[in-house]
Structures are given as C-alpha cells and as structure tokens.
C-alpha cells in the first residue's frame, strides 16, 4: 500500500486517488480536495452517482434468502461511519411500516409530537422535489448548508475503508439512513419518527435494535418481486420490525394478514395492538379534524394517535386521561390499544399536520390540481374515493363547462392496467401520460435525476399507460370491439409523443415527454403560478391536442388529478409549487 497524500484518508493509494478524481471531474463532481468547499448541488449530484433504490431492488432481491447478511452489511457501514448499533437507542425512536398510508402516519405522528414542544426528527422517503425533505428537523427539510455539511462528513468518512476488497460506499437508500441518523444525533433531537423504505425485515432502516415503539399501516400488495404476491407474504416482512417487549400498533387488516403479524408478533415476544377507529376516540370527545383530507386518513390519524400516546407515556407524560383500557378482541385475537380522549395538543396535531403530495389540493383559477402519490391498487381505490368528493364538494352551479384531465406514470413491477382500471369510473375527458422527468434537460437539477432508466424507457413505458387506458375506454364504449388497440407509432423525441385521435365514445390520451410539457398543455396558461416563459412551439402538432386546447381554454373550469407515483406528484409539485425548490 502506497503512502497517502494530503487531503486523502490513509487507505487510499496516490494512483487510486488520481482515478477518483479523474472519474469525478469526468461526472462534473468535485474531487477529493475540493469536496470540503462543494456546493449543496455537488452533493446531490454525488449523491447520485451510488446507487439508486431501483438498482438497490435487483441486489436485495439476489440476497434476500440471506436477509441477515443484509443487516450486518448495514451494520458495517454504521460502524465505518463511526457509529455503533448501541448508539441508535439514544434517538428513542418510533418505527413505522406498511403498505399504504405509513408516510402520512409519520407525519400525523410527528406533528403531534411536535405540539409538546419536543425536537423531533423525521425519515422519510421518496422526497417529492429536493432530497433533503427527506431528512427534516422540527418538520422541516434540514437546510441546504447542513445537508452538505453532513453528507460530505459521512462520504469522507465512509471513504477511508476503501481497499481492494472492499466497496467503500453503500447504496443511495443506505447511505442517506446513515446520515438521518448521524444527523438527528449531532443535532440532539428529543426523538426520531422512522418511516420503512421497503417491506421491514429486509429494510436498512431495520438495523434500530431498540426503538420505542412500532406501527403498521394499511396493507395491500406492491414490490411483489421483492416482498411477495400475497398480503400475507407481506405481512410477513412488515412484521419484521417488531422487537421483543416493545410495544406495536396496527390498524385493522384484512383476516389473513392480521393473522400473520399476530404470528408473528408473538414469536418475537412482542405486544401487538390493535387500534380502535377514530371514531371510538371521538365518542369520548370532541370531533377530531384532520389536515390531509380524504377518509383513509382516518385510519392513519388513529395510529399515530396510539403512537404518540405510547411514546409519550413511556418517556412519563401523564396528560393523557385513558378512558377504556386495553382488552382482548376475541374476534380478532389481538388486545384492542387503550380508547382515551385526544390531548389538546394532539387535537392541534392533527389540525396541523401538512403532507404534501398526499390528497393534496392546489386551487389556481380555474384550474384546480389533485395531487395524490397513489400507487398500489388499494391505494388508488382511496385516491378515487377522495377525488371524486372533493369534485361533489366543488360542482358549479352555474352550468359552466368543465373538463376532467387525468395525469398519470406508473413504475417499477406495478399493474399499471390494474390501476389505470380503477381510475376508469372518474370519467375523464383527457388522459395524459408522461415520464418522471421535469424537464426534458435535467441539468441544474440535481434531485429530480434518475441514472437507472434511460429516457427510451421510461417513455416506451408511458406508451404501455396509454395502450392499457385505450383499451380500457375502447372496451368499455362496446362490447364488439375486437383486435389491436395499440398506440400510434410515435418518434421518442418528440414532445407530443402517441396522441389516440378523438373519438365521441373513449376519452382522448395524450403522451408527453416530460411533467413540463404535460401541465403546459393541460393548463393553457390559466394558472396564474405556473407560467413557462417559452411554451415549446410544437405542443399543439397533433389535431387532438389542439382541439384540446381550444376546449381548456374555454373552459369554466379544469380538474387534475395527478397520481400513480410520488415522484410524478414530485415533478409537478416542483413545476407548480416554486417554494418547494427554493
């Protein structure tokens, strides 16, 4: 082993060092030297370059029959990073799976926890529009300058242990668990909320040894790949989190899961609840209001509720009068959690809670956007039921014309005709498909990009999106119809890539090549916030979209529902939310 050189960790040898830099002046990132005094954006891009959770997907997948060399491999990363597992005790955290509504338990969670005037931190993932929402203190995404500060900390760190046989960095997912925590300690929170990225057992959020206290959401089917194509196989894997004595939460499950993470709590010795609906806890006082909207959230309001009554009377808080204590459910064999009436802070916390991305409403003129990161069929079946409310809430009386616009993209191992079918009874007048891209140039950037799928593929995959609602709205006018209902070849550059010409029995569906040009069209320049300075010249080329547009621009009013995936709501959030990027 050679002699290191200033500025490089003892390991590294001088020509390894000059192929680093080489490699990194190649990407455009910083070089060993210059990584102290890099900017927000060179660490991001950084970042980027390990990694990613779809790459991390396939090598989970490959290792998944030894899951427990997957934890120590965490654990050897921890260690590198100067930590040991002992040391994750100290952020008392509260652990919290499932399929479908565990970010919005989060934040409920979070938020009343708040209220106490605790300093919480907060894990979570995907971020929406810059990567550090991902790692927030007191709600807040920590700043640009104290994300830089600790992701160059971790990265050197971590880059000392480079050798021959050994890879220095762990993935994208792992590394910014590592850093959470690394930040919610130097920063001294009162406690950390830790969202699962994927499943529980297998998940790298799961070397938490001792956490306070664990919740399970909503169940249903997605990573099938990875976690199974059952609920019950995926019960299996959320129930990893559970640890002996400490105490978890479950909303109501469907009969064969309840029965596996029932199973499976009592084979690690740990006390598994089940949480009585919200309704319970109103009974005892007054109605509880809730800042994300949609019935579903109910169930997500009435965990974390539990959550946040368990953390806070194991750290001896005793404001919180229990009115019926827990008993055994003997139809579902589980101890029903205690029915107490909510605190004035947990009221408020609830009142409070802000989650962008999830039921969210942005009213704009006469264009109102619904955004919602549905993305798995029981997920988009509440996302139906909450847009289709919001739509009876709002119904002019005027008889002024409106138009109804789906904007979807789906990824990864997702049913997308499944979920395209369920979107079917909202009767749009446009369906419109683009990729996870922003902008066409994803230059300046840093969050939004994407190195495992090439553009090709994400846009041959929104022409599957529009094959699968074509068909569907083919069917659906008769029953007669039979042979090919594919797409119109299309040429992958260009912006309006397979329109479906318009037909007086299906809705119209447009594909575009980036959320950018999509809202454009959509929104004909009536939304007073999202205002591009140079609308592309070539958006009305097709007589379907500009027909269209004649139709949006004389609308009284335009309805959006933008979903199928988080980090589509992302992309528009980014577009029609500039705070968000600042």
């Known amino acids: 082993m050679m002699k290191s050189t200033r500025c490089l960790p003892v390991s590294w040898p001088v020509a390894e060092k000059f192929w680093w830099d080489l490699a990194m002046e190649w990407k455009g990132l910083p070089s060993a030297c210059e990584a102290k005094t890099a900017s927000f954006q060179d660490a991001v891009r950084t970042l980027n370059t390990l990694q990613t959770n779809a790459s991390c997907l396939e090598e989970v997948k490959r290792q998944r029959s030894d899951p ?64 550090r929402e991902r790692i927030r203190i007191n709600g807040k995404p920590i700043s640009p300058e104290l994300f830089t500060k600790y ?13 021959d046989s050994h890879i220095s960095m762990p993935s994208y997912f792992r590394f910014l668990t590592l850093m959470a925590f690394h930040v919610f300690l130097q920063e001294k929170v009162d406690l950390a909320v830790v969202e699962v990225g994927i499943g529980g057992a297998f998940d790298c959020t799961n070397i938490i040894r001792k956490p306070v206290v664990c919740g399970v959401s909503s169940l249903g089917i997605d990573h099938t790949s990875l976690l199974g194509d059952t609920v019950e196989k995926i019960a299996w894997q959320k129930g990893g ?23 499976r709590a ?25 800042g994300l909207e949609g019935e579903h959230q109910r169930h997500n309001a009435a965990l974390a509720l539990q959550l946040a009554r368990c953390w806070l009377e194991q750290q001896n808080y005793h404001d919180i009068q229990e009115l019926k204590a827990s008993k055994p459910s003997i139809r579902w064999q589980l101890p029903l959690a205690p029915v107490f009436r909510p605190t004035p802070h947990m009221r408020r916390g609830l009142r409070d809670t802000e989650w962008p991305g999830r039921t969210q409403v942005l009213q704009r003129g006469p264009v109102t956007w619904y955004l919602d990161g549905a993305h798995t069929t029981s997920s988009v079946q509440a996302c139906v039921h909450w847009y289709c409310q919001s739509l009876e809430r709002s119904r002019r009386t005027d008889g002024g014309h409106e138009v109804h616009i789906l904007l979807f993209n789906s990824t990864g191992d997702r049913d997308s005709a499944a979920l395209l079918k369920l979107l079917q009874p909202c009767h749009f007048d446009y ?31 929104c022409l599957q999106h529009q094959k699968h609602w074509n068909c569907l709205a083919e069917k659906q006018a008769s029953s007669n119809l039979w042979g090919s209902c594919g797409p119109e070849s299309a040429r992958p550059g260009s912006l309006l890539l397979a329109p479906h010409p318009p037909q007086p029995t299906s809705t119209s569906s447009l594909v575009f090549s980036c959320i950018s040009h999509a809202l454009q069209w959509i929104s004909q320049g009536r939304d007073p916030i999202f205002q591009p300075e140079s609308p592309p010249r070539n958006l009305l080329n ?41």
């Open 542 to 582: 097709h007589p379907t979209a500009n027909s269209g547009a004649s139709i949006l621009r004389e609308a009284a009013a335009i309805h959006v529902l933008v979903t199928g995936s988080l980090h589509l709501v992302g992309g528009a959030l980014r577009l029609l939310d500039p705070s968000m990027s600042q």
């Open 431 to 461: 369906a419109v498909f683009c990729p996870n891209v922003t902008e066409i140039s994803s230059i300046g950037n840093a969050d939004q990009q994407n190195f495992t799928v090439t553009l090709d593929q994400v846009l041959l995959r």
């Open 241 to 263: 989190i559970f640890k002996p004595g400490v105490p978890a939460f479950t909303v109501l499950q469907p009969e064969g899961p309840l029965a596996v993470l029932r199973d």
């Open 68 to 131: 427990q060399a997957q934890l120590e491999a965490m654990e050897v990363y921890l260690a590198r990073s100067g930590l040991q597992v002992e040391d994750l005790n100290q952020l008392k955290i509260i652990h919290v799976t499932g399929t479908k509504g565990k970010g919005s338990t989060c934040a409920f969670t979070e938020r009343i926890l708040r209220n106490y005037g605790l300093k919480t931190g907060f894990f979570s993932s995907p971020h929406l529009v810059q990567v």
């Open 151 to 163: 992701f160059w900390h971790l990265y050197q760190q971590l880059e000392e242990f480079k050798d």
């Open 266 to 290: 009592q084979q690690i010795s740990c006390p598994l609840y089940l949480c009585p609906p919200l309704e319970a806890l109103e009974q005892v006082g007054l109605p509880l209001s809730l």
